[in-house]
């Protein structure tokens, strides 16, 4: 059955587009609804990070970390954004997945996370490399001052690739003011976990909810501005095979945030993953549609 495109016109007119307020109410309810308005604030903060530390720096490098750090640099390079005499500010930079590779084309990096097992990865992955010129500081985004800190206007190009520390407007806006010349900003619009959504049906008994399609909500809310951002999509689908005890280990963390921690949860995750572990082997099946986001800033 279709809908009568007149009562979309008037439920949706296109004023929207332009309406900064209204898309910041939207940018919220986005949220609310979603995978992330699910959360338990107090399991999912710098701590849950941390737990995970190691696990995700291992599983957002190889390759595929490569070919998304390859098309960063390309739309930084093509924006005019790097160069040896600038620097860069990584907003949730986590274990340095972006960090390292840009303080080889930059003059300075500072690299900013909750999460102080995730800087001292950075650290020591710096250290072997040989790169000196990343500035790390343990923060929230949220708890950052930019005029106390000197950090208003002072950096070429302020980066938030993947960073949940970008949420509403007064954090957008705060990255916009950290930057002299232009922001980046990655998420995923869409992610499917077969594994986490099969356990999240188990516990709650209906579909896992959609990640919130926050880079949409912002290049709306930057054109509402008068920003000129340009947004790049790609696809990609994942088959990864681990041990019966590693993908224990990792689904665990994953529904940490949602879930009480206790013997009866254990016990729902590790039957889950035991059936779904022929040989000992557990196989996770996932993709993603990502979308990378760049664009001036005018000073």
């Not at 979309?8 to 587009?17: G, H």
């Not at 000197?150 to 190009?157: A, E, L, T």
């Not at 509403?168 to 990655?186: E, N």
Request: glycine residues 8%; proline residues 5%.
């Amino acid at each position: 059955m279709k809908t009568d495109p007149s009562l979309l016109y008037d439920a949706v007119p296109p004023s929207i587009w332009h309406d900064a307020g209204l898309l910041e109410q939207l940018w919220q309810a986005e949220r609310s609804r979603s995978l992330f308005g699910r959360q338990n604030p107090e399991r999912a903060g710098a701590g849950w990070w941390s737990v995970r530390a190691s696990s995700f720096a291992r599983r957002t490098g190889g390759s595929r970390g490569r070919r998304r750090q390859e098309k960063l640099m390309a739309m930084l390079e093509k924006a005019g954004l790097l160069g040896g005499r600038h620097e860069a500010l990584d907003i949730g930079c986590g274990p340095g997945n972006v960090a390292l590779p840009l303080a080889r084309r930059m003059k300075r990096v500072v690299a900013l996370d909750p999460s102080e097992d995730m800087l001292a990865i950075l650290e020591r992955r710096a250290a072997r490399a040989g790169i000196k010129n990343i500035e790390t500081v343990h923060m929230r985004w949220e708890d950052v001052d930019l005029d106390r800190l000197g950090w208003r206007g002072r950096f070429r190009v302020a980066i938030a690739s993947m960073s949940p520390g970008i949420r509403d407007v007064a954090t957008l806006q705060k990255m916009q003011a950290a930057s002299c010349r232009g922001c980046y900003l990655s998420g995923f619009t869409r992610r499917f976990d077969r594994a986490q959504d099969e356990l999240w049906r188990l516990f709650f008994h209906e579909p896992m909810p959609d990640l919130p399609a926050d880079v949409f909500c912002i290049f709306h809310l930057l054109h509402a501005w008068g920003c000129c951002p340009s947004l790049e999509l790609s696809s990609e689908k994942t088959r990864q095979r681990c041990s019966m005890q590693a993908a224990l280990e990792e689904m665990n963390l994953l529904m940490m945030p949602y879930v009480e921690q206790s013997e009866k949860t254990r016990s729902i995750i590790e039957n889950y993953v035991r059936s779904a572990s022929p040989q000992g082997v557990f196989t996770r099946e996932r993709s993603f549609v990502e979308a990378r986001m760049i664009w001036p800033v005018r000073r």
